[in-house]
C-alpha cells in the first residue's frame, strides 16, 4: 500500500479496512515489540485502549513518562496537546497520534495569536499555563502546570509576582481561592466539565445520600461546591481507593470509571450526569481513539506529530520548568 500523506493529514487518520477476525491485541502487541514502539493512554480513553497501554494516567504522569520512555515511537492514546507535549520534550522519538481530530475544546479556546495581546497587556506577570494548550501557547508561557501540580507551582512562585494563569477558567478560579493569589486569568474552559448539571448532581446526592462527589478542578465554581473531594483524575482515583465510603459520584470524564471500578470492584462508581440528555459525560475528542486506528498508526507510523523546532524549545522550557518543580 502507498501512502498518500496529504489524505492522511487531510482525513485525520490512516483509513483501511481491517480483516474482522484480527485480533488487534495482539497485532498491536506485535507492532510494539517490532518497532521498539509504546502505547501511552490517558484515563479518559475506552477501556480496552487502558487496557492494552504500557503506561496510563493523568496528564502529568504522561508527561513524567514521556521525558524518561526508552523507545523509537511513541503512540500517544489522548488528544493532540498531549501528543505535542511528547514530542516536545523527547524530539528524538516519532510520536503519533491514532487521530489528528482528537482535539481539545479547552485548547481550542485560547487562539495563540489573542493570547499574546493579553500578554502585552500585562507584560510584568508571569505566565502559568495549564497543560491542555497548544504548543504555540506553551511557548509563550513560563511555567506549564497540571491540575495535579498547578497549586505546588503557585506556591513556588514569589507572593509579589503577578500572574496570568491560562486557558481554563474554572481551575483558575478554583486555584486563587485555594492559594489566595490574585491570577488574571484567561477565559476558556473545558466542554465536558462545563456540562456537568448542578440540578441533576444535587437530586442524584438525594436518591443516593451515603455516595461523595468527586470532581475535577475544571468544573463550574457550584458544582465544585458541592463536592466532598476536588482533584485531578489521578487524585479522583486514589481517594476512591483510600477512602472508606462504598459510594462515589464521579464529576469528570467517565473514561476513569474503568479504572476505579478494577481498583475497587467492591464499590459503586456514578458518573455525574450532564446538562444534556445523554447519561453519561464523554469527551468526543478522547473517544475519536480506536483499537483499529491504533492498530493502523503503529503499521504506517502515521499519523505523525511534527513541530517547528522554534517553537518546540520555547514550549520545552515550560515544561521542565514545571517538572523540575514537580520532584
Given amino acids: 500500500m502507498i501512502l498518500d500523506f496529504e489524505k492522511i493529514k487531510e482525513a485525520g487518520f490512516v483509513n483501511e ?145 503577578k500572574i496570568i494563569f491560562a486557558p481554563d477558567r474554572n481551575l483558575g478560579a478554583y486555584l486563587i481561592k485555594k492559594t489566595g493569589r490574585d491570577m488574571v486569568l484567561w477565559n476558556g474552559a473545558c466542554m465536558v466539565h462545563e456540562i456537568f448539571s448542578l440540578e441533576k448532581i444535587i437530586k442524584l446526592k438525594e436518591r443516593n445520600p451515603k455516595a461523595k462527589l468527586l470532581a475535577h478542578p475544571e468544573c463550574e465554581a457550584a458544582v465544585l461546591e458541592q463536592a466532598d473531594f476536588i482533584g485531578s483524575t489521578t487524585g479522583i482515583l486514589k481517594y476512591s481507593q483510600e477512602d472508606n465510603c462504598q459510594e462515589f459520584i464521579v464529576a469528570t470524564e467517565t473514561g476513569i470509571l474503568h479504572q476505579m471500578m478494577k481498583a475497587s470492584p467492591q464499590k459503586t462508581f456514578i458518573p455525574a450526569p450532564p446538562n444534556n440528555n445523554c447519561a453519561c459525560n464523554d469527551c468526543p475528542h478522547m473517544k475519536l481513539n480506536t483499537l483499529e486506528k491504533i492498530y493502523l498508526c503503529l503499521k504506517y507510523e502515521q499519523p505523525e506529530i511534527i513541530l517547528d523546532e522554534n517553537i518546540r524549545k520555547k514550549a520545552e522550557g515550560s515544561i521542565l520548568r514545571m517538572l523540575e518543580i514537580s520532584k
Wanted: hydrophobic residues 45%.
Fill in 17 to 161: 479496512a481491517i480483516d474482522p477476525t484480527l485480533d488487534l491485541f495482539a497485532e498491536i502487541e506485535k507492532l510494539k515489540k517490532e518497532k521498539n514502539a509504546v502505547l501511552l493512554a490517558h484515563f479518559y480513553q475506552d477501556a480496552d485502549i487502558q487496557d492494552i497501554a504500557d503506561f496510563i494516567g493523568d496528564s502529568l504522569q504522561l508527561s513524567q513518562e514521556a521525558a524518561k520512555i526508552n523507545a523509537d515511537v511513541i503512540v500517544f492514546a489522548g488528544v493532540h496537546f498531549m501528543a505535542e507535549t511528547a514530542k516536545i520534550i523527547s524530539p528524538t522519538k516519532k510520536v503519533l497520534l491514532p487521530d489528528l481530530h482528537a482535539g481539545c475544546s479547552l485548547a481550542d479556546s485560547c487562539p495563540p495569536n489573542l493570547f499574546a495581546k493579553l500578554k502585552e497587556k500585562y507584560p510584568d506577570h508571569l505566565v502559568i499555563s495549564y497543560i491542555n494548550c497548544s504548543a504555540e501557547i506553551k511557548a509563550m508561557t513560563d511555567i506549564v502546570c497540571t491540575s495535579s501540580n498547578a497549586e505546588k507551582i503557585i506556591h513556588s512562585i514569589p507572593k509579589e509576582q
